[in-house]
């Protein structure tokens, strides 16, 4: 998967087509990331001794790793990302359009 945490993405697809945001978890096994303010649902909590007032909470669901894409930090449009090797011969990812280092 070529996204990381804490990378800027913009959503390509789905109800919340457009809207951009900083990924706070990758879930790489089931090919999922989890953007701030992105894909909100209402989580309906029972009172418990913490909370005794219980409630509706927004939580972030889970978008699959398809449905976003990098945001080139030079252009601020999305792109697509290669792998290649650094200067110092490590990998890193590169960004097709304006070959941006995001590593």
């Given amino acids: ?15 919340d087509k457009g ?18 303010r992105v894909n909100m649902v209402k989580k309906h909590r029972k009172p418990t001794q913490a909370n005794p007032a219980g ?4 939580v972030e ?7 976003v894409m990098l945001l080139d930090g ?11 090797t650094g200067k110092d011969g490590a990998k890193v990812r ?3 359009k304006s070959e941006t280092v995001f590593d």
């Fill in 94 to 96: 590169v960004s097709v």
């Fill in 55 to 58: 409630g509706i909470d927004d």
């Fill in 1 to 15: 998967m070529r996204i990381k945490k804490n990378d800027e993405v913009i959503v390509i697809a789905g109800k």
């Fill in 19 to 36: 809207k951009t945001g900083k990924v706070k978890s990758v879930l790489s096994d089931k090919n999922k990331v989890i953007v701030e």
């Fill in 61 to 67: 669901m889970p978008l699959d790793a398809s449905n």
């Fill in 74 to 84: 030079k252009t601020n449009k999305p792109t697509r990302v290669r792998i290649s």
